[in-house]
């Protein structure tokens, strides 16, 4: 089962406030490592709904854990006995990272004021090879922007772009040589232009889901998700103003889960309805007549814990019903002649 989320604020609330239940309070920092151990949203997407970090604490009624108040005179003291300790280091490899870039903004600055030196990296920079994936990506296209170098570059692994300036060429250079324009800043996204361009997409593919709306960029000249809200206020009020309705979406159906049901059906005698839909919801399995709800459980479930318990409260609350969850591999690896209740 794969989640495509798009974290409103009664997502991000009810997320956050499951997981003060389950693990107690939270720090400020400790919220956007969230996004690593329990697929959560960015920072950035808390900032963007709600203002600030501080304005979301308040508004779930949590005040931050408070950190130490680290000054700049700390900071360098702390910095300075450990180069004395270890010698010389990659400077994002300091401790306190964010506060080093806030108090020093770069490398430069850091080594001057505390008389010290960092070790740097040398990176090669195959100049032809550089030219010739974004002539192919970027071939019929009249202008680029920084986000498509962003894309280009993490989809072909190339060195990041500080290092393609500083050893090839700037991207004004970059667009001389393949002939397109590059367009420092990103394109101005206004109601009417995005409109224009859904109604163009609409026509020749047909309506669209709202996960495929946030996804759209990965696709065509489009803008992010985070635009959308800014712009529209949710992403409701831009298929008010397109004058149609989201295409439902269903999830994507797990490798084995099929077969996975159809085993369970064979020993307790029952049938399921496959995607069988529960409010905004798609289950795996429905046995109508006993009133359960089978879920298979891939790999990337052990990710998403707090949203599966989230999801499972919901289906209950709307069926009334009992949820059986199954895990894949348990069930893969186990053999073929236990009884179901081992496997779950």
Not at 187 to 210: C, D, F, M, P, R
Not at 306 to 320: A, G, P, V
Request: charge should be positive; hydrophobic fraction near 35%.
């Amino acid at each position: 089962m794969k989640y495509i989320t798009c974290w409103t604020k009664e997502k991000i609330e009810e997320f956050v406030k499951n997981y003060i239940e389950l693990n107690g309070d939270i720090k400020k920092r400790d919220l956007n490592n969230l996004k690593k151990t329990h697929n959560f949203c960015s920072i950035e997407t808390v900032r963007n709904r709600y203002g600030s970090v501080d304005n979301f604490f308040k508004i779930i009624n949590k005040t931050p854990k408070s950190n130490v108040v680290l000054t700049k005179e700390i900071i360098s003291n702390k910095m300075l006995k450990l180069y004395k300790q270890n010698g010389p280091i990659f400077f994002s490899d300091y401790p306190h990272f964010d506060k080093l870039v806030k108090y020093f903004r770069n490398r430069q600055n850091f080594e001057k004021e505390l008389g010290i030196k960092c070790l740097r990296i040398r990176v090669i920079v195959d100049k032809d090879m550089v030219i010739q994936v974004f002539s192919k990506e970027l071939h019929n296209r009249k202008f680029f922007t920084k986000q498509d170098v962003n894309k280009i570059i993490q989809k072909h692994n190339l060195p990041k772009v500080n290092y393609i300036r500083r050893e090839c060429f700037s991207m004004f250079k970059l667009g001389e040589i393949i002939n397109i324009k590059y367009i420092p800043k990103s394109i101005k996204y206004t109601k009417e232009n995005i409109l224009k361009t859904l109604h163009e997409y609409i026509k020749i593919y047909g309506i669209i889901s709202k996960s495929e709306l946030c996804d759209l960029y990965n696709h065509i000249d489009f803008c992010t998700e985070s635009v959308l809200y800014r712009l529209f206020g949710n992403l409701n009020n831009v298929f008010k103003e397109l004058g149609i309705k989201p295409k439902q979406s269903m999830k994507p159906i797990g490798r084995n889960e099929t077969a996975i049901l159809n085993k369970i059906e064979k020993q307790s005698n029952i049938i399921l309805s496959r995607q069988y839909k529960v409010g905004i919801y798609y289950v795996d399995g429905y046995d109508k007549e006993n009133n359960v709800v089978y879920e298979v459980d891939e790999s990337h479930h052990k990710y998403n814990k707090i949203q599966d318990i989230i999801r499972e409260n919901k289906i209950k609350n709307i069926l009334d019903c009992e949820v059986i969850r199954i895990n894949e591999l348990e069930f893969l690896t186990k053999s073929q002649t236990k009884e179901l209740g081992e496997f779950i």
